[in-house]
């Protein structure tokens, strides 16, 4: 889903004809203009000026590499076809112009005219067929860029058509369908940096915590972070792993995406920030971004990966990147064989072996009062949590619980 921005051209104007339009074909141009700066909000500038007017010239939609912006109803029609007032062109078809502004990155924009297409030929019950070339109407030739690079036009369908294949439906919740250790395998052969690999058991242990699936959200880590490497806007130091924002983000900058204390802080926010998404309770106290994704319309509702694209980040297909180039391949790595190392011979070890009976070493409940936030060691917290929940606590001990029981099998396993 990308952002579609209403900013029609008012009525009454000579490029707003008004004649019904009952859609039966999408013409794709190329809008020529290659300025900097000549993006989507810019062509729907130009659309509402006398230059525009005078020719006339409309066309319903505007496309850049972030946002789509709708210039007249779809059920009004455009002057975009150049076949006339009574053409077919002009009078029953939708006309999407992709920009070309040199400082836009014309792929994307590409990719987001095709999810536009796709998405109108479900809503008008359209076949693939019915998607034209301005050329097709008029032979003029339009759209330029597509229609001048080997195989463009073919490529623009075949991206159309990918749209219209029914939604992927890899859920985002539900039990771990791999384990940490096929995962840590995964990203050692996919040359992960050391601290993507190690923090993987976190993702595995909030899984368990909150139900959604620890491997889909590691994946997506990859895909946000490069493996751990980062490399982008996000700095390692930020133990930001899902480019999660500030809570009201200016751009695109390292300051506009938030920071944790912790790399286990940083997964924490990763599963809550996901929990708003698809409806479940955040563990803690949610980052401030958490409170932005609560309120949008679809918050709660999202089931599938394949549904965050257009949502978690601006690229249509961002979901089904993480599916196709990261999930199904950590899925289908084989587990490492478990080398147990073998148990070494009791007689050496400096403890007597005094215990009679075998006690359990670590058990939950008769720890000191215990930190409110789980953090790897015990940091100081000056701020205790407002009104945390007996549930809360309780998860956050459970956490630390687990966190200490690994660092032993850690040490142990060396
Ligand atoms: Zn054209």
Redesign the pocket.
């Known amino acids: 889903m990308v952002i579609i921005i209403e900013d029609f051209i008012p009525r009454g104007r000579r490029n707003r004809p008004g004649y019904k339009l009952v859609p039966r074909y999408i013409t794709i141009?190329?809008t020529a203009n290659t300025n900097v700066g000549a993006d989507a909000m810019t062509h729907a500038r130009y659309l509402k000026s006398n230059a525009a007017a005078a020719i006339p010239a409309s066309w319903h939609f505007t496309v850049d590499d972030r946002v789509i912006v709708q210039h007249l109803p779809l059920n009004e029609n455009g002057w975009?076809a150049g076949d006339g007032s009574t053409g077919t062109g002009n009078r029953e078809s939708i006309g999407i112009e992709i920009c070309e502004n040199r400082d836009g990155v014309r792929t994307e924009a590409e990719k987001n005219a095709a999810w536009l297409t796709a998405k109108l030929l479900k809503d008008f019950s359209l076949g693939l067929d019915r998607v034209k070339q301005?050329y097709y109407w008029s032979g003029?030739d339009?759209?330029r860029v597509l229609r001048g690079r080997a195989k463009g036009w073919e490529s623009f369908l075949n991206a159309v058509s990918q749209y219209l294949q029914p939604p992927g439906n890899t859920p985002i919740t539900g039990k771990a369908q791999a384990t940490v250790h096929q995962a840590q395998e995964w990203a050692r052969r996919r040359q992960a940096h050391a601290r993507f690999i190690e923090i993987a058991p976190v993702y595995w242990l909030y899984g368990a915590l909150t139900g959604i699936r620890p491997e889909v959200l590691y994946a997506q880590s990859a895909k946000e972070t490069a493996f751990g490497r980062f490399g982008g806007a996000v700095h390692p130091d930020q133990n930001n792993w899902a480019g999660i924002k500030v809570q009201y983000p200016k751009g695109d900058s390292r300051a506009d995406f938030e920071s944790f204390p912790t790399p286990e802080e940083g997964v924490r926010a990763h599963f809550n920030h996901m929990c708003a998404y698809v409806g479940l309770q955040p563990v803690g106290v949610p980052h401030g971004r958490y409170w932005v994704v609560l309120a949008q319309p679809w918050a709660g509702q999202v089931r599938y990966v394949e549904e965050l694209g257009g949502k978690w980040a601006v690229g249509a297909d961002y979901g089904i990147s993480i599916v196709r180039d990261y999930l199904e391949d950590l899925l289908a790595t084989p587990s490492p064989p478990v080398v147990e190392p073998p148990s070494p011979p009791p007689e050496t070890t400096p403890e007597p072996p005094t215990q009679p009976e075998p006690e359990p070493p670590e058990e939950p409940a008769p720890e000191p009062p215990p930190p409110e936030i789980p953090g790897p060691e015990p940091a100081p917290k000056p701020s205790p949590e407002p009104a945390g929940s007996f549930l809360v606590e309780l998860i956050l001990r459970l956490i630390d619980f687990f966190r200490e029981l690994l660092k032993k099998l850690a040490q142990k396993l060396k």
């Open positions: 141009h190329d975009h301005h003029k339009c759209p």
